[in-house]
């Protein structure tokens, strides 16, 4: 039987599953208030975030579990608001789930898979390989092989 934490993990990656493949980057409502002011919420953002604090908070899951082995990230960019050209001199930034600064990867082109490292170069993210990210997916490594040592 499966937790509940369980289930939010697996509702959460079906979603974001069903979503990427009909190509759907975001959900978005715009909510207005009697005041006349609006607010928008990035209605999936909202959910990923709640569900892994609520499950980081338990302990039981790491939000990395989410991905199977053998599933790509692909690295996608989207245009840089306003705000965001301002403020890091880029016309397109990466919208989607990113490695963390330093994890070591694998990465694809769709024909030859690698090893790279991801890193923060400070005003940008990137491979250590220096390889534009246009077309690549990613995926973490797969954890160490664990040796059982036989009693005998």
Same mark, same amino acid.
């Given at each position: 039987?499966?937790?509940?934490?369980?289930? *939010? *993990?697996?509702?959460?990656?079906?979603?974001?599953?069903?979503?990427?493949? +009909?190509?759907?980057?975001?959900?978005?409502?715009?909510?207005? +208030? =009697?005041?006349?002011? %609006?607010? %928008?919420?990035?209605?999936?953002?909202? *959910?990923?975030?709640?569900?892994?604090?609520?499950?980081?908070?338990?302990?039981?899951?790491?939000?990395? @579990?989410?991905?199977?082995?053998?599933?790509?990230? *692909? +690295?996608? =960019?989207? @245009?840089?608001?306003? @705000?965001? =050209?301002?403020?890091?001199?880029?016309?397109?930034?990466?919208?989607?789930?990113?490695?963390?600064?330093?994890? @070591?990867?694998?990465?694809?082109?769709?024909?030859?898979?690698?090893?790279?490292? +991801?890193?923060?170069?400070?005003?940008?993210?990137?491979?250590?390989?220096?390889?534009?990210? %246009?077309?690549?997916?990613?995926?973490?490594?797969?954890?160490?092989?664990?040796?059982?040592?036989?009693?005998?």
């Amino acid at each position: 039987m499966m937790t509940n934490e369980e289930r *939010l *993990l697996h509702a959460l990656y079906s979603i974001k599953k069903v979503l990427n493949d +009909f190509g759907l980057e975001a959900i978005k409502n715009e909510v207005q +208030f =009697k005041n006349g002011n %609006t607010e %928008t919420i990035d209605c999936i953002s909202v *959910l990923q975030e709640f569900v892994v604090n609520y499950v980081n908070s338990s302990q039981l899951y790491k939000f990395e @579990e989410l991905h199977k082995v053998n599933e790509w990230i *692909l +690295f996608k =960019k989207r @245009e840089a608001t306003k @705000e965001e =050209k301002e403020m890091y001199q880029w016309d397109y930034v990466l919208d989607c789930e990113i490695p963390n600064d330093g994890q @070591e990867i694998l990465v694809s082109d769709g024909e030859v898979v690698w090893s790279d490292v +991801f890193i923060n170069f400070g005003d940008c993210y990137g491979l250590e390989s220096n390889t534009e990210l %246009t077309g690549l997916a990613w995926m973490p490594l797969p954890e160490p092989y664990k040796r059982k040592i036989s009693k005998q």
